[in-house]
């Protein structure tokens, strides 16, 4: 069976927008799907805006530019605002109501989901870790990939230097995909 999703990851710099990309990236790779990955960084780099394009395809992929994307990861009002309005109806929107209104939500078009992924990191012990929330609660909604490849290609994105932080990364992953259901 043929398998398709498209995403557009995005938010300020700081937030691991990047880092969640590339472990997707590498998840569907290791899932035995095709890949692409594309990152969009702002004019400032901490505090700026930062962007990433994942396709995830069993079939080849024709280009890692996404006009209407079928799924959105917004971690915050201005990435929500720029991105929502060319995601396809009926598309996957996880939204960061952490930092985000859910009232700015396209709820009659979209399938809206929010995620406090602030505040699920907090409990974890880290708010670093809100962007491993949010793609958590994003692999469970869209089943993109298996969560475990998730969990595995954690150690291909993460820093040897920061081993030591892969099972709290691992915890808010699951924490997300647990936030929004079976």
Known sequence: MNRYQD???????????????????????????????MPVYGVEMRGGTANCT?????????????????SLIAMNRPSLEKFQPRVVDQGVVVINSSLVEMELAQKERLKTFAVAANEIADALGNTKMANMVALGAYVQLTQIVPLEAVKQSLKKVISPHYAKMIPAN???????????GP
Do not use: C, W
């Not at 995403?7 to 569907?28: D, E, H, K, P």
């Not at 994942?54 to 079928?70: A, F, K, L």
């Not at 691992?170 to 929004?180: F, M, N, T, Y």
């Open 7 to 37: 995403v557009i990851i995005a938010g300020f710099g700081g937030q691991g927008v990047m880092l969640i990309g590339t472990l997707l990236a590498y998840a569907a790779m290791e899932d035995g799907q095709n890949v692409t990955y």
């Open 54 to 70: 994942v396709v995830v395809s069993t079939e080849d992929i024709g280009s890692p530019i996404i006009h209407h994307p079928r």
């Open 170 to 180: 691992e915890k808010a992953l699951q924490a997300g995909a647990d936030s929004v």
